[in-house]
């Protein structure tokens, strides 16, 4: 089956990460990778493998990054990765034991987060589509993020994809404000009962660090991962306090706002 997939992959100054992305995907016909006007040596990594495709496009959304990539693919099946994914060789395997015919449109797969290139026990990410038909799929924003909408049955296969980011701290710092910012937007602008109940606690602002701290320590068992449990749970709670953070920046921003009208 591997040769009826086209990965998907959206970079945008991604050199401590593409090439041992790209490595994992010898087995692909054709890559195509969406660029946001990178400026560093992603370009350079990306055109050193002769099966990438390259197509820029300025940054929107990360849904509208996908949805112009989906355009630029012709094989029925589409594996839409970031450029910090790491397929692992039980995964690979799998991916190529899958029947082609069958009457399966997507397929999740689960996530091991990695500090430094070691996989940690128990992370936040969920497990997501990212193997489906590319004729039945097309992607919507969520808050920061983005999520595939899929027709069709959907099945979870067994083996892990590494989340493996080596950019800087002060990159994924910069990208967590970023986040953050349209993250507090969702927030304020969903009405309090459609959102789930770990949006609701984000929007009471001190405790979702200190449960955050609890969760990924104790009930995802970090504790045990030495140092780099511990600096994954450290991230996640900066996260969380710049999401308070923002999120009282806003709302006394709207406050004054009523005020001054009023």
Aim: a neutral charge; glycine letters at 4%.
């Amino acid at each position: 089956m591997r040769e009826e997939i086209t990965p998907l992959i959206l970079t945008y100054n991604e050199t401590p990460n593409i090439a041992r992305t790209l490595e994992k995907l010898h087995w692909a016909t054709v890559i195509v990778v969406i660029d946001s006007y990178s400026t560093d040596t992603t370009l350079e990594i990306l055109s050193s493998y002769p099966q990438v495709e390259i197509f820029q496009r300025k940054f929107d959304t990360f849904a509208g990054q996908c949805n112009y990539g989906l355009t630029k693919i012709s094989s029925q099946w589409v594996l839409s990765l970031d450029a910090d994914y790491v397929l692992t060789d039980e995964l690979i395997d799998e991916i190529q034991a899958l029947p082609a015919d069958s009457d399966i449109d997507s397929y999740s797969i689960r996530f091991k987060y990695c500090v430094f290139g070691k996989p940690l026990r128990g992370t936040l990410l969920p497990p997501r589509k990212v193997l489906y038909k590319r004729e039945k799929a097309i992607y919507q924003d969520d808050g920061h993020a983005h999520r595939v909408l899929v027709d069709g049955k959907s099945a979870m296969l067994s083996a892990y994809i590494h989340h493996d980011d080596q950019k800087p701290l002060s990159r994924w710092l910069w990208a967590q404000d970023r986040y953050m910012v349209i993250e507090v937007k969702k927030l304020l602008e969903t009405p309090i009962q459609e959102l789930s109940w770990s949006d609701r606690i984000r929007r009471q602002k001190i405790l979702a660090p200190v449960i955050i701290l609890f969760y990924c320590l104790i009930l995802k068992g970090g504790i045990f991962d030495g140092w780099e449990g511990w600096y994954y749970a450290f991230q996640r709670v900066l996260a969380e306090i710049l999401l308070a953070t923002r999120l009282i920046e806003m709302e006394k921003l709207i406050l004054h706002k009523h005020h001054k009208i009023n």
